[in-house]
C-alpha cells in the first residue's frame, strides 16, 4: 500500500537510505575518495537532505508500505509555476528490491504530478546505477543531458592566488 508519510516515520527513511543508497549516492562517493568530512558519515550528510525534503514537500513524500513495514519510500516536489514534478529521492530497502515496490512507487508519482497539472517529470540518477536508469527509461524518462559532480579537498589548498 502506498500512502503518505507520518512525521514520525522520517527515521525510518534515514534507515532505509542508509542501507540501500550507497550505489546511488554521490555523498557516498565523496566518502570513499576524500574519507568522512569533519566526521560524519555520507548517510548522516544525505539524511540531513531527506529531512530538508520532508521538511519543505511534507505532501510528496510517500512510503510503500508491506506486511505492516515500510519497505521503501519516494519524495517529491511540485513546481506549479513552471509545471514540473521532481522526485528527489527513490529508496528501496534491500529486503524488498525486486519486488516491484520502486516502480509502483513512481508511478504512483507521476500520476500525482499528471493530475495536479504537471507537464514534465524530473529525476536524476547516476551513470552507472543501471538498475535504476534502466526503471526510469522504462517508465518513460528520457535523457536530457549529463552532469558531472566535481569535487575539492580544501583542506591543504592555498587558494590566495
Known amino acids: 500500500m502506498i500512502r503518505l508519510c507520518k512525521k514520525e516515520e522520517y ?21 570513499d575518495k576524500f574519507g568522512k568530512v569533519i566526521g560524519f558519515d555520507w548517510w548522516e550528510r544525505k539524511a540531513v537532505d531527506i529531512m530538508r525534503e520532508v521538511e519543505h514537500y511534507p505532501t510528496g513524500v510517500y512510503v510503500m508500505e508491506f506486511e ?4 521503501g519510500f519516494i519524495t517529491t516536489s511540485m513546481d ?5 514534478g521532481k522526485v528527489h529521492t527513490l529508496a528501496i530497502h534491500p529486503d ?18 499528471k493530475t495536479n497539472g504537471m507537464k ?8 552507472d546505477n543501471p538498475k535504476a536508469y534502466e ?24 587558494l590566495d592566488g
Open 120 to 127: 514534465i517529470a524530473r529525476i536524476e540518477v547516476l551513470e
Open 68 to 71: 505492516k513495514k515500510i519497505a
Open 135 to 158: 526503471l526510469y527509461k522504462k517508465l518513460g524518462f528520457d535523457e536530457a543531458g549529463k552532469q558531472v559532480h566535481l569535487v575539492m579537498d580544501l583542506g591543504d589548498r592555498g
Open 11 to 31: 527515521v525510518t527513511l534515514v534507515e532505509i537510505l542508509r542501507d540501500s543508497f550507497a550505489v546511488g549516492s554521490i555523498d557516498k562517493r565523496i566518502e
Open 80 to 84: 506549479k509555476r513552471f509545471s514540473v
Open 96 to 113: 524488498y528490491q525486486g519486488a516491484g515496490f520502486g516502480t509502483r512507487l513512481l508511478k504512483h508519482s507521476l500520476k500525482l504530478f
